[in-house]
């Protein structure tokens, strides 16, 4: 289960009068974990949300991927992800380099991080 959707989907559905059980088969999901977020306020869910950070298989090699980016901004996601296959002989799928492109790409702020740091 993810996202505020569903936290306040389960809470709706509570309030409606379904039971913990039915919430959990109409939504897909685990008992306990409909039980959880019944017993949560929305502070705390935010403040659990915040907590939960993603570790992607490409963030060992984050910073290189930036540093080519910058160096070559036509770059295709296809060309990275043979350039990892090629120096770090490392076989990832081309539609998961393809989405860690894009998101390097569409938050700018990673490209201030890394300027903060000098590349070989």
């Known amino acids: 289960m993810k996202g505020y959707n569903v936290y306040s989907k389960v809470h709706h559905m509570r309030e409606v009068?379904?039971?913990q059980r039915a919430i959990a088969k109409a939504l897909g999901s685990n008992r306990k974990t409909v039980k959880r977020?019944?017993?949560m306020d929305v502070d705390e869910y935010e403040h659990n949300a915040r907590k939960?950070?993603?570790i992607r298989n490409?963030?060992?090699h984050r910073d290189q991927i930036i540093s080519r980016l910058r160096k070559y901004p036509s770059l295709t996601a296809a060309q990275v992800c043979?350039?990892?296959k090629k120096h770090y002989e490392e076989s990832h799928a081309e539609k998961t380099v393809s989405r860690?492109?894009?998101e390097l790409l569409e938050f700018p702020a990673a490209f201030l991080i890394c300027s903060a740091f000098s590349f070989p």
Do not use: E, H
């Open 58 to 60: 490409l963030d060992p």
């Open 52 to 54: 939960i950070v993603r």
């Open 37 to 39: 977020y019944c017993d």
């Open 82 to 84: 043979d350039w990892l």
């Open 17 to 19: 009068g379904f039971s």
């Open 100 to 102: 860690n492109v894009k």
